[in-house]
């Protein structure tokens, strides 16, 4: 695993929050967006509502068409702070505006902003005083992704945000490379003339990968915060997707493959080694196993071409690239992809590339006994399972859900053994709650024994009050504990076939009637779908009605 806790040796300084009151307009927001009239003004309220430490809001319009310039001039013409600059040409992508403003800004400091995100309170003075304190040139924060309509939230890389710490230089925490975002970041301004660090022009997919990569070759002292600094607006239901939730085309993978080469070779170049080498772990860990889960979902000619795009670019990885953390679920992908000259296996890759991984049997071995992938596929080996702590292991467990009447049924789970790792811990117990998709609440909270249920295979089985749990989107989320104190959060694989996943209309006491569907994830995970009560029950059939005919049109 790649090294993340720096040593005193390496002057990283942990700090209590800071005190000191920030200095008055000494940052620049710059905004920018196209054709984004009903979402641009709440992002420049959100940078004016800072306070006296915005010194100007430098809003960038990438020539709309929709009316946004002339909303943002009305909107200078009310605070002196704003400056709207309106560029001739629209530049098909994020890094044009964004210099533009980098260009225009005239504060000591200066944050980014999308139009469609808005800054938290407090954001820019959290942000100031950390970098002021340190005498930092970066200080970068904890941004929160916010599922909309829902309004839920999921914190963007939180492990490198827990407390307040400065870093001398990047290369003490190598995970930097995961916050690929500018946006969570505050930079002074001088040390991104002095370096040249500036965004790709034109249409450039992931423009962030090689900008935030071009700050780090640069070496910079950096403060980090635990504070909310940047709400990231996720709308998938919008009607123009955004450039980084736009996968279904092949041409936005080779967009981020490229991306992600440029960030590499900028910090190889810097002689940035272990950050680079980091950046291609980091390729494994995330940009891989989340196209992997969504591999089902797209067409032959899609998985044929991304299955050769990225076995091309793994093709550069060098032996060194392949050691660090050899058992963890990115390499075994890239190894797999590797010696497999055509796409296969994808039910199982995409539970491998669920978080936290799984591998479902059949659990193959070498005449000599040796774990491998596949008996056709003996070179790429699981030799790291055998030595691996099992609180790391991809343990598999699968589930199903039986609904009875008045609202309740029952959870089965199995837990699958895993070349002899999982009886050597000792299963003892699985702590079972049903999360909301919609806000994070949490429901049936409970612990239930396992107990053997055949060879190789622990089960466990829970009542369900599914009543209870109101309408909404649940995910299935667990904890194994095993008897020798060691513990691993998992998800459960849906168990399909014989009308598992059918949805189900059943009596409850509380709403008069639920409708009940188990289903699988895009990452293969159990979750449960529940619509309360008779017009709960019409709006799912009348949201179905319109999909249908959208699709008959």
Not at 35 to 56: C, M, T, Y
Not at 145 to 161: A, C, D, F, K, T
Not at 196 to 214: H, K, M, Q, S, W
Not at 295 to 311: Q, S, V
């Amino acid at each position: 695993m790649l090294p993340d806790s720096p040593t005193q040796s390496e002057n990283t300084e942990n700090t209590q929050t800071p005190q000191s009151t920030p200095r008055t307009g000494a940052v620049g927001v710059v905004v920018i967006g196209y054709n984004d009239r009903a979402h641009v003004a709440d992002a420049v309220r959100s940078a004016l509502a800072q306070g006296p430490s915005v010194a100007e809001v430098v809003a960038v319009d990438d020539r709309s068409t929709d009316g946004s310039a002339e909303s943002l001039d009305r909107m200078a013409a009310g605070d002196a702070r704003l400056r709207v600059i309106r560029r001739d040409v629209n530049s098909g992508g994020c890094g044009s505006p964004r210099n533009t403003g980098i260009d225009a800004v005239t504060a000591p400091y200066v944050m980014f902003l999308d139009s469609d995100d808005v800054l938290p309170p407090g954001a820019v003075d959290a942000l100031l005083t950390a970098a002021e304190g340190a005498g930092a040139a970066v200080a970068s924060g904890l941004c929160v992704r916010r599922e909309l309509p829902s309004g839920r939230e999921q914190p963007w890389q939180e492990p490198l945000y827990t407390a307040h710490s400065v870093l001398a230089r990047p290369a003490q925490r190598p995970l930097l490379v995961h916050d690929t975002l500018c946006v969570n970041k505050l930079y002074r301004t001088d040390f991104l003339r002095e370096h040249g660090i500036r965004f790709p022009e034109g249409r450039f997919l992931y423009e962030d990968f090689v900008f935030t990569a071009r700050v780090l070759a640069a070496s910079p002292r950096i403060a980090l915060v635990p504070d909310r600094v940047y709400v990231w607006h996720v709308r998938r239901a919008a009607e123009r997707l955004s450039l980084s939730l736009d996968r279904g085309h092949i041409d936005n993978w080779e967009a981020r493959t490229r991306a992600c080469a440029l960030a590499y070779d900028i910090l190889l170049a810097a002689g940035q080694k272990e950050l680079a080498r980091a950046a291609r772990a980091k390729f494994l860990d995330h940009d891989v196993r989340m196209y992997a889960r969504e591999l089902g979902l797209r067409d032959a000619e899609y998985r044929h071409a991304w299955w050769t795009h990225t076995r091309a670019y793994l093709g550069r990885y060098d032996a060194a690239d392949w050691e660090q953390d050899p058992g963890s679920p990115g390499r075994l992908l890239g190894r797999l992809l590797l010696e497999s000259p055509e796409p296969r296996d994808l039910p199982r890759l995409r539970d491998l590339a669920a978080r936290p991984g799984r591998l479902l049997p059949p659990y193959a071995r070498t005449p000599d006994g040796a774990p491998v992938w596949s008996a056709d596929l003996p070179q790429v080996s699981l030799a790291p399972f055998l030595t691996d702590p099992v609180e790391t292991l991809p343990l598999a467990l699968d589930a199903e859900v039986r609904p009875r009447g008045a609202g309740t049924g029952a959870l089965t789970l199995r837990l699958h053994e895993l070349y002899g790792r999982v009886a050597q811990a000792g299963p003892r117990e699985v702590e079972v709650r049903w999360e909301s998709r919609d806000d994070a609440r949490t429901r049936g909270r409970t612990t239930a024994a396992l107990a053997p249920a055949g060879p190789d295979l622990w089960s466990a089985e829970l009542p369900l009050d599914v009543g209870a749990f109101g309408a909404g989107v649940w995910d299935l989320r667990l904890a194994v504990r095993f008897a020798d104190g060691a513990e691993r959060e998992v998800t459960a694989a849906a168990r399909a076939g014989a009308g598992r996943l059918r949805r189900r209309v059943v009596p409850d006491l509380r709403h008069g009637v639920l409708l009940v569907q188990p289903y699988a994830t895009h990452s293969g995970a159990l979750a449960l779908r529940v619509a309360t009560g008779v017009r709960g029950l019409a709006r799912i059939l009348r949201g179905r009605l319109r999909r249908l005919r959208r699709l008959l049109r």
